[in-house]
């Protein structure tokens, strides 16, 4: 029986990124921003579980993991809120003074957050 290894490379090179498509990143960190049930996510989050997860895909597919304290959206400096721009974190607009930041460059904009 004759053996034909380039056209099994050739049809491998083709199909195999659009079967990949939904497969998390390899490294089985978590994606932010992802979309969940078409709404999108800039950090962890808790839907009918206890602890909080993240999508490995840009859009969820299926493919997740809890989070540990590593996995945590990072606060993004320098951002914009209201009109004034900052470096760090602030306590600007928090009833109860507690520092917060903002997991976007523009929070006007996004207004997806963290307290710090």
Same mark, same amino acid.
């Given at each position: 029986?004759? #053996?034909? /290894?380039?056209?099994?490379?050739?049809?491998? @090179?083709? !199909?195999? /990124?659009?079967?990949?498509?939904?497969i998390p990143n390899e490294d089985?960190?978590?994606v932010? /921003?992802? @979309? =969940?049930?078409n709404k999108k996510f800039y950090d962890c989050i808790k839907f009918?579980?206890?602890? %909080? @997860?993240?999508?490995? $895909? &840009?859009? !969820?597919q299926g493919y997740w993991k809890y989070c540990t304290a590593a996995d945590f959206a990072p606060c993004v !400096? /320098? !951002?914009w809120y209201r009109r004034v721009i900052y470096w760090e974190c602030t306590d600007d607009g928090d009833d109860m003074g507690k520092k917060w *930041?903002?997991?976007t460059k $523009? =929070? $006007? &904009? %996004? #207004?997806? @957050? &963290? =307290? *710090?």
């Open positions: 029986m004759a #053996q034909c /290894p380039g056209l099994l490379l050739v049809l491998l @090179w083709v !199909f195999l /990124p659009h079967c990949m498509a939904g089985g960190e978590c932010f /921003p992802f @979309w =969940y049930k009918g579980v206890r602890h %909080d @997860w993240c999508s490995l $895909n &840009k859009t !969820f !400096f /320098p !951002f *930041c903002s997991l $523009n =929070y $006007n &904009k %996004d #207004q997806v @957050w &963290k =307290y *710090c």
